[in-house]
């Protein structure tokens, strides 16, 4: 397994991560941040915005996930992925908490 192996399953870990609160926000009909909310990083997208942006995450985490061959990289290539997801997934809660305190 190559180095750019690796890094493609941390990324496609990332993307697949960053598809599910906005495939859910999308679905519930709720707004949510994307890269094209206005202003960005602080304004809200609609529902629809949200689920194309999550299906947009989920064809690249795919993609990344091909390209690197995840089903047959063994154990290190599936800790590689999960290393994606946890980093990207304990990012946003920090980010979104300061966002928005409950």
Known sequence: M???SLVAYVFGGAFLANAVPHFVSG???RAFQTPFAKPPG???S???VNVLWSLL???VGYVLARLGRLASGGDLAIAACFAGVAALSTMCSVNFAKKHPV
Do not use: A, E, R
């Open 2 to 4: 190559t180095w750019l």
């Open 57 to 59: 995450n989920l064809l």
């Open 46 to 48: 609609s529902p629809l």
């Open 27 to 29: 679905m519930m009909g």
């Open 42 to 44: 602080k304004g809200l």
